[in-house]
């Protein structure tokens, strides 16, 4: 039986030679129909180009098609890797007798280097030949970089009794940060919707999904999110609609993706979620628990499962937002560590100490001065995550 992963939609992958490990490294997602469509991409100012390319083709609001590669980030080649990136495009969009317009390509791995297109353009027919409706995984596969698993997210929920699909794919593992990571998302849905209500709930769910986790600090420069909706259900959705269950659907699939990320964060053990309540606002909250994610100290800490709340308080009060230090109470899941700005005792710190043993687990950061209230999801820091990015290009 036919594993049909979303309704209209066909996905492939397979390996052309750009990863040295012969593994899969090229990938396609077709709708059978001309879909809609909407992306989000990096805020780095140096970025790849398949971005320079997406950007401007996803202003018609169609998309039939996307092509995307790893083993090269396509990314500061000038304006050979710009033509690179059409190419990769025309040369799916010939084989699939498309328009080219109608194809976006993404890239990710090493940057600086040509993009082989020669071993794309000899790998395209076969390409699109493999497209199949249980496709997706091969797809998974294809885009993944330091990646140790595929991320394959798929739900159907309903909207007035019509029954719709969203199915996400999506590919990281380092280089991640708020303001999204080194990543690569393609969302793909049947329900029918304008561009303009896509692009909105997309950066909608973005900020609730991508843009609060980070595993090392870094942004890259080819972070794309791509949604492609082609109407191939009955069920309907209206810019107009609040609180729709489509957007409640598409927060469910990117979170859960965004953590897929971090749990196989490179060298990565434990999946954290920093919780900061009582802020003066959300914002404050928010920069807050993004500090404390991103120190290095209390990620070390981490790893070695060490309830070090001082590195957390420190994290805290450099976050540049006021602060009452003899107010913070810290949590591990539901032990108290730290009261009014005091540790608990060394029975808390026993307690604690095995909250950290677990594969995941929340840190709450109670500021009591208002309210205000963020999270971010990080992992700890681990030995393997230096040794994994000092040999990446080996």
């Not at 194809?103 to 000899?122: D, M, R, Y």
Request: one cysteine or more; hydrophobic letters at 40%; charged letters at 25%.
């Amino acid at each position: 039986m036919k594993k049909i992963l979303c309704p209209g939609f066909k996905a492939a992958g397979i390996a052309c030679g750009l990863k040295k490990n012969g593994e899969k490294d090229l990938g396609l997602i077709f709708s059978t129909v001309p879909a809609n469509v909407a992306g989000v991409f990096t805020k780095n100012r140096v970025q790849g180009a398949h971005i320079l390319l997406d950007r401007e083709r996803i202003k018609s609001g169609l998309c039939r098609a996307v092509v995307v590669n790893s083993g090269n980030a396509n990314c500061c080649t000038g304006k050979q890797g710009i033509n690179d990136a059409k190419n990769m495009a025309m040369l799916c969009a010939s084989e699939l007798g498309i328009s080219e317009e109608l194809v976006l390509a993404a890239s990710t791995g090493v940057i600086g280097e040509p993009l082989p297109i020669e071993k794309i353009k000899k790998a395209s027919p076969g390409l699109v030949k493999a497209l199949a409706d249980e496709g997706f995984d091969d797809f998974a596969k294809a885009i993944m970089t330091t990646d140790t698993v595929p991320k394959i997210v798929s739900i159907q929920r309903d909207i007035k009794g019509k029954i719709f699909t969203i199915t996400g794919i999506a590919k990281g593992a380092g280089m991640i940060c708020p303001n999204m990571a080194t990543m690569l998302c393609f969302i793909c849905t049947d329900i029918k919707a304008s561009p303009q209500f896509l692009q909105k709930t997309l950066n909608d769910a973005t900020k609730q999904s991508f843009n609060r986790i980070t595993i090392d600090g870094d942004m890259s420069t080819n972070d794309t999110v791509i949604i492609m909706a082609n109407g191939a259900s009955e069920a309907v959705v209206q810019s107009s609609t609040k609180n729709n269950s489509f957007q409640k659907a598409l927060n469910e699939v990117m979170i859960t993706l965004a953590k897929k990320l971090i749990k196989d964060g490179e060298g990565a053990t434990k999946l954290v979620e920093i919780v900061v309540k009582g802020a003066l606002s959300d914002t404050d909250a928010y920069k807050i628990a993004d500090t404390v994610a991103n120190s290095n100290l209390v990620k070390t800490a981490f790893f070695g499962e060490d309830a070090n709340w001082g590195r957390i308080v420190a994290a805290a009060g450099r976050a540049d937002v006021p602060v009452n230090p003899d107010k913070i109470d810290i949590f591990f899941d539901d032990i108290m560590m730290v009261k009014n700005g005091l540790g608990c005792g060394k029975a808390a710190e026993a307690a604690s100490t095995k909250v950290l043993k677990k594969p995941e687990f929340a840190v709450l950061i109670d500021l009591h001065q208002g309210k205000g209230f963020s999270s971010v999801f990080t992992c700890d820091f681990s030995i393997d995550y230096v040794k994994i990015n000092a040999d990446y290009r080996s």
